[in-house]
């Protein structure tokens, strides 16, 4: 069986460690803090773990960094091996300068994850149909291909990139929403009032201002040239909109609206969506469940809007537009009221 050693085993590292495990590798692992360490042998991440980076890479045919930015870039700087190595870091130009040294490097960067962090959240299927970016600068054919080839074994979709193209296109569709979700978050928290009403659109709109991850603020000042742009460029966008607001100019207010909603809407594809109302009772999402399974329908996307006191809620199914009609029946038949 081929060897991996993964040096940070928190969220990703884990998932990968499992997943890799799962396609037939056997894992090594290390990470600094030995809680971490612990909790990816209880999820299932790890064969055994190592005292030290050295010993973890040691006869490893791939090496996995998945610590902090920093961290994975000290790590680049100074690992001493002749496996394929590759990372997951959101920013990717550091360290595609950092891995000139290394003989074989692909960096990666896995746009999956959740809004908390370390090996207890960790899932060999986090990976499922996300985008997995790999770094084509300096790198071979094969290592490249072999790297596709495992990317692919974790369910994910490989795209080669440059780490100049990717490092701007991140900072557009990750960094600067989640730094605009801090912002907003922390605007209306200045007033409780506001914070009180806050229902299902600020929630979702806000959800990854939950993110938890100590490494955020690397991530971001790593990509500080792209991101301060765009957050520049937004503010300007901001204030277009506070004229037209101020102005009451409602065709240019509704034909942005309409843009938007044209550009949004072409990320995905066409799906109906059907509202169901939970009640506050044990067994409601079985029921649903029971109702998906007899209707025969293809979920495309879920989502769960909960009372804003907790108890009951409201809960989105997609699905494709033709089968809209055969699942609302099919939720009515199982007595719940549709929205």
């Keep these: 069986m081929p060897n991996a050693a993964i040096l940070g085993t928190g969220l990703i590292g884990s998932s990968i460690g499992i997943g890799l495990r799962n396609a037939g590798w056997t894992v090594v692992g290390w990470d600094p803090d030995p809680d971490?360490?612990?909790?990816?042998?209880?999820?299932?991440?790890?064969?055994?773990?190592?005292?030290?980076?050295?010993?973890?890479?040691?006869?490893?045919?791939?090496?996995?960094?998945?610590?902090?930015?920093?961290?994975?870039?000290?790590?680049?700087?100074?690992?001493?091996?002749?496996?394929?190595?590759?990372?997951?870091?959101?920013?990717?130009?550091?360290?595609?300068?950092?891995?000139?040294?290394?003989?074989?490097?692909?960096?990666?960067?896995?746009?999956?994850?959740?809004?908390?962090?370390?090996?207890?959240?960790a899932s060999g299927v986090l990976f499922r149909g996300a985008t997995w970016v790999l770094s084509t600068d300096g790198v071979q054919a094969d290592d490249l291909a072999q790297m596709v080839e495992i990317v692919s074994s974790l369910g994910a979709i490989a795209v080669p990139m440059a780490a100049a193209v990717h490092d701007e296109a991140v900072a557009a569709i990750s960094h600067l929403p989640q730094v605009v979700a801090w912002a907003l978050v922390n605007r209306v928290a200045r007033d409780q009032s506001a914070l009180d009403l806050a229902a299902g659109g600020f929630r979702d709109l806000t959800r990854?201002?939950?993110?938890?991850?100590?490494?955020?603020?690397?991530?971001?000042?790593?990509?500080?040239?792209?991101?301060?742009?765009?957050?520049?460029?937004?503010?300007?966008?901001?204030?277009?909109?506070?004229?037209?607001?101020?102005?009451?100019?409602?065709?240019?207010?509704?034909?942005?609206?309409?843009?938007?909603?044209?550009?949004?809407?072409?990320?995905?594809?066409?799906?109906?969506?059907?509202?169901?109302?939970?009640?506050?009772?044990?067994?409601?999402?079985?029921?649903?469940?029971?109702?998906?399974?007899?209707?025969?329908?293809?979920?495309?996307?879920?989502q769960l809007r909960h009372a804003t006191h907790g108890g009951g809620g409201v809960l989105t199914l997609s699905v494709r537009a033709a089968e809209a009609a055969v699942l609302s029946d099919t939720l009515r038949a199982e007595g719940f009221r549709l929205l």
């Design 208 to 302: 990854i201002a939950l993110s938890g991850s100590s490494w955020w603020p690397e991530v971001l000042t790593e990509n500080r040239k792209a991101l301060a742009e765009l957050l520049r460029r937004l503010s300007g966008d901001l204030e277009t909109w506070a004229d037209l607001v101020d102005q009451a100019d409602l065709e240019q207010i509704g034909a942005s609206m309409l843009s938007a909603r044209a550009a949004r809407g072409s990320l995905a594809a066409p799906v109906a969506s059907v509202g169901v109302i939970l009640e506050d009772q044990p067994g409601e999402i079985a029921r649903v469940g029971h109702a998906l399974e007899v209707s025969g329908v293809d979920l495309r996307d879920l």
């Design 36 to 121: 971490a360490l612990h909790g990816a042998v209880q999820v299932g991440a790890l064969d055994r773990v190592a005292a030290d980076p050295p010993e973890a890479v040691a006869g490893a045919d791939l090496v996995v960094l998945a610590g902090p930015p920093a961290a994975i870039e000290a790590g680049l700087e100074s690992i001493e091996t002749n496996a394929l190595v590759t990372d997951v870091a959101g920013v990717k130009e550091p360290m595609v300068r950092a891995a000139k040294r290394l003989r074989r490097f692909v960096g990666g960067h896995p746009m999956a994850g959740r809004e908390t962090s370390g090996p207890a959240g």
